[in-house]
């Protein structure tokens, strides 16, 4: 029998801010798109974004806009990464930690689109199926209001 992996510490505060720094202020592109985080664990990050005016893709019907869309999986990706490399090095400083991100970059990214964005807000849920030394593979959903799956996403980051 295999025996069960021991959980993950809790992160620290500290590093749970300085990760919310990076990516909801330091990244600006991730202020464009209103995407915030709305939880971090080593396993799982989950994300949000509101609808507005300047996401919107399809005029007629309100949808988000695909790049929205991809742009927030690949950002959800790459975060989900960055807390999965965080855990793995939970012996160092929260701050030595957060400066191990620097090298972080998408190498890889497919999305599946499986309905129209629309609605008022939308979740965003990623984990990591692999961390290696050089590579980490993803798995991201793009959820409704209602739940719903929208658009599936798969990528690889360079993490070394």
Do not use: C, W
Not at 41 to 49: D, L, M, S
Not at 83 to 97: N, S
């Amino acid at each position: 029998m295999s025996k069960a992996a021991a959980p993950t510490p809790p992160f620290e505060p500290e590093f749970i801010a300085g990760l919310k720094t990076i990516f909801e202020e330091r990244i600006v592109f991730n202020q464009v798109l209103g995407l915030k985080i709305v939880s971090m664990e080593a396993e799982r990050v989950v994300g949000r974004i509101e609808m507005k005016p300047e996401l919107i893709g399809h005029f007629a019907h309100n949808r988000i806009h695909g790049g929205v869309i991809s742009a927030g999986l690949d950002a959800m990706g790459g975060l989900a990464v960055m807390a999965a490399i965080g855990a793995r090095h939970m012996d160092e400083a929260p701050l030595q930690r957060l400066h191990r991100f620097a090298k972080l970059g998408t190498i890889d990214l497919r999305i599946d689109y499986l309905r129209p964005g629309i609605g008022t807000h939308f979740e965003l849920r990623a984990e990591v199926l692999r961390l290696g030394s050089r590579v980490a593979t993803t798995r991201m959903e793009f959820l409704g209001p209602d739940g719903k799956l929208m658009s599936a996403g798969a990528a690889a980051y360079i993490v070394s």
